[in-house]
């Protein structure tokens, strides 16, 4: 009778807390990704009344799309250099942040202000930037390289579209190492100075595994944001010139709407989706093994 | 610093106290002001409104160069019908509106009436209402309903019809002593290209976006094949079915042959992808350069840099030496937009309501008068004899009353993708003409075409 009693209360305390979430939770991530998972067996362009069922006919056209490939490799070329640069950026600002400069603060809110524009506003902004100011630059200096727009040679748009993420993202990924960086505690660097340790072998050593969890979550959320990157490309190059530079979430826009293949588009959505999955998961696996305890 | 933070959470509290005020200001006094002119209205024009309750129907514009203008005809459609309101959501250019629509089919959220190329109508057959029967099927022009058909339905209203070719700037052409009617061939054109650069301005600008590049200049080689649509047809059956090749033909080489004497002489030659819809009006407008080659719809972002300079026209892009050819003297014109009415998400009121649109537009003075002058759009149908007033639309309209149109040839999303990213290769001296023309017979053979 007890027992039951205590069931009923967790009941009751788990809706009145976690039941309006559980809801918007189970209605808009957990439905619509079913629904899509369905609509990926059939034939359906995405207006039509009717629809076929086709089993696993779309997930084995995927394989046969060059386009897709494509895309999906350039995609993979994009976050390896994004997230590696970001990162890169991103530590190295947040050690020069943290070690007392004259006025760290107010770098840091400048450095952090570009991830307060949205992505459409601010691949608009960088396009005018490409294509008008460092060109009349180029002019102006006679630097032949600046002379002709980044965003309309094949392969400086990629290019642009790495310094642009890079940018967008450095100032957020720099807040979180420097809470990292906050966090190492003081006796331990004093007890390394004393040991001797100083300059790179200090950072190596000492700092760089404290702050490990930093590590974990920076390049996890730079993963994710740059495998599922759409407004920037949309705004900065549309994926021109000539579908160069399309990155896998606007090929499998493109799919689904413009070329109203919507049960290919979706399919290619989940494979996206466990390729995203399985590289994050491991990331994650893999960085927690190296935190450590101070 | 306790006294700072005090400071700051009082100013964001009062950020956010404003924004709320802010966002409950705004739609009392909207609607108090609508009520206002639909009570003035209604008093004025009882016999028509009388009946009815109050509908309001959305109107997906995809034509963003007239979104003021349409609004301004909304306005004026509720002063005759005060109790139907007509809110015009833009779609934004060079945005395929089917996108947007399927989009919007796939959040159940569909306006009335939808704006859409020509060649996607027939996708959404089974959400589109029956139009045969309605009063202004037998007011169109010849042909303009053509692509509109789905299983002998007639499911798209022709909203525009639009021209396209090389636009020229007379004040320029003047100057260099050219004279754009007697130009009928490519060398010809070549020359005037000559004498333009002889007097300091530069001879073209090409836009080098994909829909331009692929459904409109490159469609020009489809519609120089013949004079009427069957013919066309077996031409672009035999590209599909891989029977006819694209590289043997030779109003496309002709065409191309063409593209390449504009290519030497454009004003972007340095950095040819660079050229932006958004950017060419100025260059023309400002007689930077003496033609351009786009449509009739360009006249309004021209007319900013043009001042009171309203000497433009157009002229066929040539596609070979022999004036006589058919090509040389025929622009490309055809029903370019289409307007569906959805059955799916709307209700039956605000199908008539729309349907009531659609029949002012034709039928009333105010009506004509929007769609001609104020939208500056060609109309498709007979009974509006207004005359269009702007340069361009009337150039278009006297090759129409000339008999000198040829049917331009629109496609679905993925031809003007596919040809136009071959285009812009090409145009980006990135591919050679064999390479346009494999990447162009790979789309032909994709199966995207029925």
Known sequence: MKKQNALLTKLFTYTVFAGPVT???????????????????????????????????????????????QSLKLTFKYVIFTVAITNAVSFSLAAILTSGTKGQNFFRAGFFTPNLIGGVALGYVWQFFFNNILTYMGKTIEIPTLQASFLSSPGQAFWALVMVAVWQYSGYMMIIYITGFLNVPKDVLEAASIDGAEGWTRVKHVIMPLIMPSFTISVFLTL??????????????????????????????????????????????????????????????????????? | MNKSKKVLSLLLCGVMGLSFGVGCAKDPAVSSNQNQTSESQSAANTDKAGQGEAVKIAFLNSKGEIQAQLENMAKSFNEDYPNITVEIMPCPVGQSPTEILTTMYAANNTPAIVMLDPADVAAFKDKASDLSDEKWVSDAMPGSLDTLKADDKLIGFPFAVEGWGLIYNKAVLDEAGVDASAINTTSELEDAFKKIEASGKKGVVITSADWSLGAHLFTTAYSGQADNMSDIKAFLNGLAGGSTQIKDNAVVNGLLDTFDVMKKYNIAKSDPLSATYETNPEVIGSEKVGFWFMGNWAWSPIKDFAGDNTAFGFIPVPVSN?????????????????????????????????????????YEAKGQKGLVEECSIIPAFTNITLEINDPLGKSIQSYIKDGKTSI??????????????????????????????????????SGDYK
């Open chain 1, 23 to 69: 809801l918007a939770f189970f209605t808009v991530i957990i439905i619509p990704f079913l629904y899509g998972l369905f609509l990926t067996f059939t034939n359906w362009d995405g207006v039509a009344s009717n629809f076929a069922m086709v089993g696993f006919e779309n997930y084995k056209t995927i394989f046969k799309d060059s386009g897709f490939i």
């Open chain 2, 322 to 362: 022999n004036e006589a050819d058919y090509g040389n003297n025929h622009m490309p014109a055809a029903t370019t937009k289409a307007l569906i009415l959805d059955t799916a998400v709307n209700s039956k009121e605000q199908q008539e309501a729309a349907k009531t649109f659609l029949n002012w537009i034709v």
């Open chain 1, 224 to 294: 994710q944001r740059t495998f599922m990157v759409y407004d920037v490309n949309l705004a900065l190059t549309k994926g021109g010139p000539f579908k160069t530079t399309e990155l896998i979430s606007m090929y499998v826009y493109k799919k689904a709407f413009n070329e109203r293949a919507y049960g290919i588009g979706q399919a290619q959505a989940v494979v996206l989706f466990i390729i995203v999955a399985i590289i994050s998961i491991t990331q994650v696996y893999l960085s927690k093994k190296k935190e450590v305890e101070a």
């Open chain 2, 408 to 445: 331009g040839v629109m496609l679905s999303n993925k031809h003007w993708g596919d040809v136009g990213a071959a285009m812009q290769k090409y145009l980006g001296d990135y591919s050679t003409r064999e390479e346009l023309f494999a990447e162009i017979t790979t789309y032909w053979t």
